[in-house]
């Protein structure tokens, strides 16, 4: 059974900084690309970054150069870092993988950026 838990959410203010995790289980992590999306309220979830099995990323315009995602393999776990942060990244925060043309998604982390 797959399974996606994020974790790191918060409050931080305008121009801070936070890492969120994403642990994975019930699959072989190495073999999968992973992505973080995000939803704000009253908005459609979007991509925000992605990582190949072979460590390939690719950004949103949105957060190029602020943010940066990366695996662990060893931990089963992906990580968005996130600087520069503004009060428009402000959403929940979830990690997604595709197995088989089956989406699976966390429950989500909720990130506020806000003075």
Do not use: H
């Not at 190495?30 to 973080?36: F, K, P, Q």
């Not at 600087?83 to 428009?88: A, C, D, F, G, T």
């Amino acid at each position: 059974q797959v399974q996606l838990v994020e974790s790191g959410g918060g409050l931080v203010q305008p121009g801070g900084s936070l890492r969120l995790s994403c642990a994975a289980s019930g699959i072989i992590f190495s073999r999968y690309a992973m992505g973080w999306y995000r939803q704000a309220p009253g908005k459609q979830r979007e991509l925000v970054a992605a990582i190949t099995s072979g460590g390939s990323t690719n950004y949103a315009d949105s957060v190029k150069g602020r943010f940066t995602i990366s695996r662990d393999n060893a931990k089963n776990t992906v990580y968005l870092q996130m600087n520069s942060l503004k009060p428009e990244d402000t959403a929940d925060y979830y990690c997604n993988m595709n197995r088989r043309g089956m989406d699976y998604w966390g429950k989500g982390t909720l990130v506020t950026v806000s003075s």
